[in-house]
């Protein structure tokens, strides 16, 4: 299975703007938002969880996991995909600064394991992990996506 199958219809933000980290997070959260994966309240979570616990969602060079807890705030399963145009620090030592933010929702803490194996083989991968940077639509990083599950 692809990560594309948990990636809803516009979910894909491409090179978007941001100024902190905090906007970053706030992209990805809207984008699960606007996929009807999350309620606006996930996202602040998300940021809450960042504030209290430090930046361990930079889990690669210039790659941040952006997620919380299980909560009624999530409807479904769901990720989103955020290129930035410029990278942003999120305070991590060894992985800043960040210019690929992924959003992750969860309904339960075993719900989303495949879809973890599937971004550790995204994340692992320089090559694929390029393309999904260099891609320039929704469409492109879809297709490159969905290749990793093929």
């Given at each position: 299975m692809s990560l594309s199958t948990w990636l809803p219809e516009?979910?894909?933000?491409?090179r978007a703007e941001a100024s902190d980290w905090r906007g970053a997070v706030r992209l990805s959260g809207e984008a699960l938002t606007e996929?009807?994966?999350?309620?606006p309240a996930y996202t602040?979570?998300?940021?809450?969880t960042i504030e209290e616990l430090g930046p361990y969602i930079v889990i690669a060079p210039g790659f941040a996991l952006a997620h919380s807890r299980p909560s009624p705030a999530v409807r479904r399963a769901g990720l989103s995909w955020i290129t930035l145009r410029e990278a942003v620090p999120f305070g991590s030592a060894k992985n800043d600064p960040?210019?690929?933010?992924?959003?992750?929702?969860?309904?339960?803490h075993e719900?989303?394991?495949?879809?973890?194996?599937?971004?550790?083989?995204?994340?692992s991968d320089?090559?694929?992990?390029?393309?999904?940077?260099?891609?320039?639509?929704?469409?492109?990083?879809?297709g490159v996506l969905d290749a990793v599950g093929s």
């Open positions: 516009g979910a894909v933000r491409i996929a009807g994966a999350a309620e602040d979570e998300m940021i809450r960040v210019d690929v933010v992924v959003g992750l929702a969860a309904l339960d719900g989303h394991l495949e879809m973890m194996s599937e971004l550790a083989r995204v994340i320089p090559e694929l992990l390029a393309a999904l940077r260099a891609a320039g639509s929704e469409d492109e990083a879809r």
